[in-house]
DNA sequence: GTTAGGG
DNA sequence: CCCTAAC
C-alpha cells in the first residue's frame, strides 16, 4: 500500500454510456454511427501473376492497413466500401514482407456480441461485433478482478507533474518494418514451406469464413498474355468487422479515437487475416497461382475482392455452447462488468482457472508462422472455430476441423502435435499495448515487483501468451523506458502518465524491498 | 514451479 | 524473448 494506490476503484461504465456501433454497409441494420476510416488507403501491391492467391498480401496489407489507420480520425458517416484495384505492373517486385508486428492483447473490455446475421449472399454477410469499453478517459479502461471498472488517478508524490498530453504522438504511425521469421530463426524454413516467393506467415487463412468484411475491385487492367507480368492491387480500403463500443458520454473524443485505435488494431493486429473472393467465390487454396486463379486474366470484373476475416482458430473450452461456434469471434468477455452481454455470457473461454475475473482475455496462442498452440498454459481443449457459410454453404458443422490442416501438414514437415509449439521454436513477438502496460502497472502497483506469478494472475491471467517471465521483463524494460527521454523510446508510446506511475511503484516496492532485507539481516 | 538477472 | 542459476 502506498500513495499511488488506487484501493477503491470507481465503476463507470453505466449510466451515461454512449454507443457507437460501426458496420460494414452491407449490414442490413442500420447501425447508428459507420466508420469509413480507409476511404484513403491505397495497397499496391506488385505480385507476380503466379503468387499464389492469398499468398500475396496477406501481411503486407494488414500491415499497410494498420500503419494507415494510425491516423485514425473520426467517425465519417459513410459506409466503407471497399475499393480493389487490379492493374498490370511489370515491376517483379515482392510485395510481401515478414511478419509484422502482430499486436496480439487481447482485453477483457474487447468481446464479441456475436450476433450474426445470416444472408444468403456468397461474400461476405457475418458481422463481428467488437464491444470496447473505456472506463473514463483511459485508454485501457481495465476492470479488476472485483469486476469494476478502474479509474485511474495517479496520486503519487510527484503529483504537480502533468504529463498526459500525449495523445498525439501516440497517435504516430509506426512504419512498418519487414523482419525475419521468428518461427524459422536461422533456417530459411518458411521460404520452403510455402511455394510461392512471397514470405508469409500465416497458414491459418486456407479455411476462413466469408465474414465481416469485403472488398470490392474497382478495375483491372490485365493483360492476356501476362504469365509474367505483375498484377497490381491497389485496394482502396477496406471494411472492418462491426466494432461495438461503449464509452462514457463523459468520456473524451481522443479517449473515443484511441478505444477504436485499440480495437481496430487489437482486430487487424491478430484478430484476422485476408481471404480473397473471386466471383463471390473464396479461393481457398493458397498454393493456387493468380492465373489459375483467374485473377491475371483480362475479363475486367471477375469480381475480385479482399476480406477481412477472423482467424478461425479460436480457444474455446470443448464443452461451449454451439452459440459460440456459430459465433466468428474471437474475443470474448468473460467479465460481468461488460454489461449488455448477457446473451453472451455463455461464451466461456476457459474451463478452468480462476473464477474470477481478470483484466486480459486472451484467445490466440500465437507462434509465429502456425496458427494453432497455445503458449504456456495446457490441457485445455482447442477447437478451431470455423465459418463456412459462405463458401461451403452444405457444411452445417458448428465446430469442424478445418481442411486447412491438410494444407497445414503439407507445409509442416514435421508431425507435431497441433496445438503444441514446435520444439525450440523462438515465440512470436508481441508487444505489450498501453492497455496491457495499464494493466501490469496497475498489478504491479498493488502486488509489488517481486510476485509476478501472482501479477500474472492477477492481471493476466487467460492471456496465455504472456508469462510471468514476460511480465516482469516487460516491467524491466517500462522502468528503463521511463528514465530514458521520450526521444529514445521507440515502438508504441507509453503515456507519460503511465510511465510516472511506473517509476513511483518501483521506486516504492524497491524501498519496500530494501526495508524487508534490512529487517531480515538486522 | 518461481524468482531474478544477464544475454 | 531466451536462458538459467538459485531457491
Same mark, same amino acid.
Given at each position: 500500500?502506498?500513495?499511488?494506490?488506487?484501493?477503491?476503484?470507481?465503476?463507470?461504465?453505466?449510466?451515461?454510456?454512449?454507443?457507437?456501433?460501426? *458496420?460494414?454497409?452491407?449490414?442490413?441494420?442500420?447501425?447508428?454511427?459507420?466508420?469509413?476510416?480507409?476511404?484513403? =488507403?491505397?495497397?499496391?501491391?506488385?505480385?507476380?501473376?503466379?503468387?499464389? &492467391?492469398?499468398?500475396?498480401? $496477406?501481411?503486407?496489407?494488414?500491415?499497410?492497413?494498420?500503419?494507415?489507420?494510425?491516423?485514425?480520425?473520426?467517425?465519417?458517416?459513410?459506409?466503407?466500401?471497399?475499393?480493389?484495384?487490379?492493374?498490370?505492373?511489370?515491376?517483379?517486385?515482392?510485395?510481401?514482407?515478414?511478419?509484422?508486428? $502482430?499486436?496480439?492483447?487481447?482485453?477483457?473490455?474487447?468481446?464479441?456480441?456475436?450476433?450474426?446475421?445470416?444472408?444468403?449472399?456468397? #461474400?461476405?454477410?457475418?458481422?463481428?461485433?467488437?464491444?470496447?469499453?473505456?472506463?473514463?478517459?483511459?485508454?485501457?479502461?481495465?476492470?479488476?478482478?472485483?469486476?469494476?471498472?478502474?479509474?485511474?488517478?495517479?496520486?503519487?508524490?510527484? #503529483?504537480? *507533474?502533468?504529463?498526459?498530453?500525449?495523445?498525439?504522438?501516440?497517435? *504516430?504511425?509506426?512504419?512498418? *518494418?519487414?523482419?525475419?521469421?521468428?518461427?524459422?530463426?536461422?533456417?530459411?524454413?518458411?521460404?520452403?514451406?510455402?511455394?510461392?516467393?512471397?514470405?508469409?506467415?500465416?497458414?491459418?487463412?486456407?479455411?476462413?469464413?466469408?465474414?465481416?468484411?469485403?472488398?470490392?475491385? #474497382?478495375?483491372?487492367?490485365?493483360?492476356?498474355?501476362?504469365?509474367?507480368?505483375?498484377?497490381?492491387?491497389?485496394?482502396?480500403?477496406?471494411? +472492418?468487422?462491426?466494432?461495438?463500443?461503449?464509452?462514457?458520454?463523459?468520456?473524451?473524443?481522443?479517449?473515443?479515437?484511441?478505444?477504436?485505435?485499440?480495437?481496430?488494431?487489437?482486430?487487424?493486429?491478430?484478430?484476422?487475416?485476408?481471404?480473397?473472393?473471386?466471383?463471390?467465390?473464396?479461393?481457398? !487454396?493458397?498454393?493456387?497461382?493468380?492465373?489459375?486463379?483467374?485473377?491475371?486474366?483480362? !475479363?475486367?470484373?471477375?469480381?475480385?475482392?479482399?476480406?477481412?476475416?477472423?482467424?478461425?482458430?479460436?480457444?474455446?473450452?470443448?464443452?461451449?455452447?454451439?452459440?459460440?461456434?456459430?459465433?466468428?469471434?474471437?474475443?470474448?468477455?468473460?467479465? &460481468?462488468?461488460?454489461?449488455?452481454?448477457?446473451?453472451?455470457?455463455?461464451?466461456?473461454?476457459?474451463?478452468?482457472?480462476?473464477?474470477?475475473?481478470?483484466?486480459?482475455?486472451?484467445?490466440?496462442?500465437?507462434? +509465429?508462422?502456425?496458427?494453432?498452440?497455445?503458449?504456456?498454459?495446457?490441457?485445455?481443449?482447442?477447437?478451431?472455430?470455423?465459418?463456412?457459410?459462405?463458401? +461451403?454453404?452444405?457444411?452445417?458443422?458448428?465446430?469442424?476441423?478445418?481442411?486447412? @490442416?491438410?494444407?497445414?501438414?503439407? =507445409?509442416?514437415?514435421?508431425? @507435431?502435435?497441433?496445438?503444441? &509449439?514446435?520444439?525450440?521454436?523462438?515465440?512470436?513477438?508481441?508487444?505489450?499495448? +498501453?492497455?496491457?502496460?495499464?494493466?501490469?502497472?496497475?498489478?504491479?502497483?498493488?502486488?509489488?515487483?517481486?510476485?509476478?506469478? !501472482?501479477?500474472?494472475?492477477?492481471?493476466? !491471467?487467460?492471456?496465455?501468451?504472456?508469462?510471468?517471465?514476460?511480465?516482469?521483463?516487460?516491467?524491466?524494460?517500462?522502468?528503463?523506458?521511463?528514465?530514458?527521454?521520450?526521444?529514445? @523510446? @521507440?515502438?508504441?508510446?507509453?503515456?507519460?502518465?503511465?510511465?510516472?506511475?511506473?517509476?513511483?511503484?518501483?521506486?516504492?516496492?524497491?524501498?519496500?524491498?530494501?526495508?524487508?532485507?534490512?529487517?531480515?539481516?538486522?
Amino acid at each position: 500500500m502506498y500513495q499511488g494506490q488506487r484501493e477503491s476503484l470507481v465503476a463507470q461504465v453505466k449510466p451515461d454510456e454512449v454507443e457507437c456501433k460501426v *458496420k460494414s454497409a452491407e449490414s442490413g441494420t442500420s447501425p447508428p454511427v459507420q466508420v469509413d476510416f480507409e476511404d484513403k =488507403m491505397e495497397i499496391d501491391m506488385n505480385i507476380p501473376a503466379r503468387a499464389s &492467391p492469398e499468398n500475396n498480401n $496477406v501481411k503486407p496489407s494488414s500491415s499497410l492497413f494498420k500503419n494507415c489507420i494510425g491516423g485514425l480520425g473520426c467517425f465519417s458517416g459513410r459506409s466503407a466500401e471497399t475499393k480493389v484495384e487490379v492493374t498490370r505492373d511489370d515491376d517483379d517486385e515482392n510485395a510481401s514482407g515478414c511478419s509484422q508486428d $502482430v499486436q496480439s492483447y487481447k482485453q477483457q473490455h474487447i468481446s464479441c456480441n456475436g450476433v450474426q446475421k445470416p444472408r444468403n449472399s456468397s #461474400s461476405a454477410s457475418v458481422l463481428k461485433h467488437w464491444r470496447v469499453t473505456a472506463a473514463n478517459s483511459k485508454v485501457g479502461g481495465f476492470f479488476r478482478t472485483d469486476g469494476k471498472a478502474s479509474t485511474t488517478k495517479a496520486t503519487y508524490n510527484n #503529483s504537480g *507533474k502533468s504529463s498526459s498530453n500525449n495523445q498525439q504522438k501516440t497517435q *504516430k504511425v509506426i512504419p512498418f *518494418k519487414k523482419r525475419k521469421f521468428f518461427a524459422c530463426d536461422g533456417a530459411s524454413v518458411c521460404d520452403d514451406l510455402f511455394t510461392s516467393p512471397n514470405k508469409r506467415t500465416n497458414d491459418d487463412n486456407s479455411c476462413g469464413s466469408a465474414s465481416g468484411t469485403s472488398s470490392s475491385v #474497382s478495375g483491372q487492367h490485365t493483360p492476356p498474355n501476362s504469365r509474367d507480368c505483375n498484377v497490381k492491387f491497389s485496394i482502396k480500403s477496406f471494411k +472492418v468487422p462491426e466494432l461495438f463500443i461503449e464509452i462514457p458520454a463523459t468520456a473524451t473524443v481522443g479517449s473515443l479515437k484511441r478505444t477504436v485505435m485499440e480495437a481496430v488494431t487489437a482486430i487487424l493486429g491478430d484478430g484476422l487475416h485476408v481471404g480473397i473472393l473471386v466471383q463471390g467465390k473464396k479461393v481457398r !487454396d493458397d498454393n493456387k497461382t493468380l492465373l489459375q486463379t483467374g485473377i491475371s486474366q483480362d !475479363d475486367k470484373h471477375h469480381g475480385l475482392g479482399f476480406i477481412l476475416e477472423p482467424r478461425q482458430h479460436v480457444q474455446i473450452a470443448s464443452s461451449s455452447p454451439p452459440s459460440c461456434a456459430q459465433t466468428p469471434s474471437f474475443l470474448i468477455s468473460r467479465s &460481468p462488468a461488460a454489461g449488455g452481454l448477457s446473451r453472451h455470457t455463455s461464451l466461456k473461454l476457459q474451463a478452468g482457472g480462476s473464477s474470477g475475473v481478470s483484466p486480459i482475455v486472451s484467445t490466440d496462442m500465437g507462434f +509465429v508462422g502456425r496458427s494453432g498452440g497455445g503458449s504456456g498454459d495446457s490441457g485445455r481443449a482447442i477447437v478451431p472455430l470455423v465459418d463456412e457459410r459462405a463458401s +461451403v454453404p452444405e457444411s452445417k458443422a458448428l465446430v469442424t476441423v478445418p481442411s486447412i @490442416r491438410m494444407e497445414a501438414m503439407a =507445409m509442416v514437415p514435421f508431425h @507435431r502435435k497441433s496445438g503444441q &509449439p514446435e520444439l525450440g521454436q523462438r515465440r512470436m513477438r508481441r508487444p505489450f499495448s +498501453v492497455s496491457e502496460v495499464e494493466a501490469l502497472v496497475q498489478a504491479v502497483e498493488k502486488l509489488g515487483t517481486g510476485r509476478w506469478r !501472482d501479477v500474472k494472475l492477477r492481471a493476466f !491471467d487467460n492471456v496465455h501468451h504472456r508469462t510471468y517471465v514476460d511480465l516482469k521483463d516487460k516491467w524491466k524494460t517500462l522502468v528503463h523506458t521511463a528514465r530514458i527521454s521520450p526521444q529514445q @523510446r @521507440r515502438g508504441e508510446p507509453v503515456p507519460q502518465e503511465l510511465l510516472d506511475r511506473v517509476l513511483a511503484a518501483h521506486a516504492y516496492w524497491s524501498q519496500q524491498q530494501a526495508k524487508q532485507q534490512a529487517k531480515a539481516t538486522s
